[in-house]
Structure formats: C-alpha cells, structure tokens
C-alpha cells in the first residue's frame, strides 16, 4: 500500500483553507495548513508535498513568489496558484505554477474535485 499523498494549503483565509482541506481529506491526502507564506520552503523541506495550492494575495511574498521560489529548489512538486482575481494568472505561469484556479466560493468544492482528478495521477 502505498503512502497517502501530502498537500499544503497556503492561505490567509482560513474559510478558504477549510473548504480545500475537505474534499482533500476526503480524497485521502494528508492535508496541511499554513496561514502565511513565510514558512513554505521550510515546511517542503520536511514535508515533502506532492500539490501546493497556494494563494496569491498574501503578505509579503506573494503566493508566485513563493512560487518560484520552490521551482528553483523542487520541479516535481504541482503547484496550484489560487486567486480571486483573475489578472494574476500569468505571473502564476512565469513563476512556475502548473495551473491557476481563479477561486470562486459558488463552485469551490467541486472545482477541487476536478483539480485533484486531474493532478492525482501525476503525484
């Protein structure tokens, strides 16, 4: 059997973190928390995650920072950057992201379904 998947959530929206680590926990990854950007190369180091889903709008840096920032340490890792906004989707994709979800709260839970089947069997 092999070992379940490891997921980080980056947010400062704690609403936001709890409806991602729902189907995530569901789906069966080990799922954890950080409300800030500033430890998410320390916790990887640790960790080891297989999906990031990581905010954009943060204090400093910036979720694409902390984006590229990982790239240049760990390629393997899938990289989900989450805006409200769609406008920051390219600096997500200069930064190394392998998709950006543009969060909408109406379609949340299902739009983590579809992006855990897609990126679940590459992990």
Known sequence: MSEPKKVLIVDDDIGICNALRRPLSRAGFLVEILFGPEN????HEKATYDIMFIDTEMPHPVGYEVCAQVRQKDL????IGMSSQRMFQQQWIEAGANDFY????????????????QYLATV
Do not use: G, R
């Not at 998410?40 to 916790?43: E, K, Q, R, T």
């Not at 543009?102 to 089947?117: A, N, P």
């Open 102 to 117: 543009h969060k909408q709260i109406s379609t949340l839970l299902s739009d983590v379904e579809s992006l855990i089947q």
């Open 40 to 43: 998410v190369l320390a916790s």
């Open 76 to 79: 393997s890792v899938v990289i």
